[in-house]
């Protein structure tokens, strides 16, 4: 079969099938969520991969699946514990939604994953691409998936020059994998996309000479190869401006303070923090006030110990830390706790207050 794409050369299909499975079969990465096609499990590292890199997510899956290692074990886990499996992977809210989902997959399907694109499409934090990566590697159902890096290759492959950041756009790539999905091995042509995109298809000096597919690349003939994907930048990043206290009390234990059950890194545990509106004249004191207006949390600062930096998708936060002190007759309140250090590994923080952690040791051993 050919198809032709706009304005590009026609492609045959059947070899453009071949040449990419072929390889992706010779040179696939031993990956763990590979070993089988349990759905649960290419479920969990579909959900880990967004926004994530392969290498950081592998000794996160494999724990993660040690710990919950079926949908009854994760649809049953304590919350705390399944952000602490989570913790310092980012987007809390993937986790938070992965634990909905099957817990609606017990109670709804008896525990067995869904096999359609209506149904699985209805889980909660399953979209589009993730529903199509569930149903194609782990059924063998010809359903695209399609991601940046899938869209990437097409727009070279196909010479497709729609912008990728704008969502009309997908579409255009969902329907132009339709038209090349093998239906005899759905399962390895998409990861064969994925990891083409991966290892030769890369945003910058894509290995072309290598790819396995050069032949049918419209992009390459044309040599528009490092012109494309179209993409239009992001909106600027917001700086935020915080000061957080590692606060301790006459027994050495440490202050935490769990976030709100909604919002950015919602349920996870944190330090005492304030945002800084503006430059302040006497920061210290002017700290300890908003702690005391904000948090209704009395407290005395010590020193500033030093800085952190932390991007997010669409802000950064700068954080200045400071040590401190808290009055003896200070008491727990809902979502205060007062811990050990030994304690705090039983609790999930993001990966800014890991930071400050490991920032206050350094500092007490100097």
């Known amino acids: 079969m050919i198809i032709e794409h ?139 998936a399609v991601d940046g890096n899938v869209m990437r290759v097409l727009s070279r492959i196909l010479s497709i020059w729609d912008d990728i950041a704008k969502s009309s756009s997908r579409k255009i790539f969902e329907q132009a994998v339709r038209d090349l999905i093998s239906h005899d091995d759905p399962s390895a042509f998409n990861q064969a996309l994925m990891e083409l995109g991966a290892l030769i298809c890369t945003p910058t000096s894509p290995s072309c000479l290598l790819c396995p597919v050069r032949e049918h690349c419209q992009a390459f003939f044309e040599g528009v190869q490092e012109e494309l994907p179209v993409k239009t930048k992001k909106t600027k990043t917001r700086n935020v401006q915080l000061a957080a206290a590692v606060l301790t009390n006459s027994e050495g234990k440490f202050l935490i303070h769990k976030r709100p059950a909604s919002g950015l890194l919602a349920n996870l545990w944190e330090l005492p923090n304030v945002e800084l509106h503006h430059n302040l004249q006497n920061e210290r004191e002017e700290v300890v006030s908003l702690f005391t207006q904000e948090l209704q949390l009395n ?52 990966v800014s207050y890991q930071k400050i952690f490991q920032m206050y040791k350094n500092s007490q051993e100097e």
């Open 6 to 144: 706009e304005n590009s050369e026609k492609i045959n299909i059947n070899a453009f099938q071949n040449d990419l499975i072929s390889w992706f079969k010779r040179e696939q990465r031993d990956l763990p969520w590979r070993k089988d096609q349990d759905p649960y499990k290419v479920w969990v590292s579909e959900i880990m991969l967004q926004q994530t890199r392969v290498d950081t997510v592998i000794p996160y899956f494999n724990r993660f699946i040690e710990w919950f290692p079926t949908i009854d074990d994760l649809a049953e886990a304590n919350e705390d514990k399944v952000l602490k499996a989570w913790e310092g992977l980012g987007y809390y809210s993937r986790v938070r939604n992965l634990q909905s989902a099957v817990k609606e997959v017990r109670e709804k399907y008896n525990g067995e994953v869904p096999n359609t694109p209506k149904e699985i499409s209805e889980l909660k934090g399953v979209g589009p691409y993730t529903a199509g990566a569930i149903l194609s590697i782990a059924y063998g159902i010809p359903e695209p």
């Open 299 to 350: 407290s005395h600062l010590e020193r500033i110990i030093g800085q952190i930096e932390h991007a997010f998708s669409h802000l950064i936060w700068n954080i200045k830390v400071y040590t401190g002190t808290l009055p003896d007759d200070f008491l727990e309140k809902e979502d205060w706790k007062l811990v050990s250090f030994d304690e705090m590994d039983e609790y999930a923080f993001p």
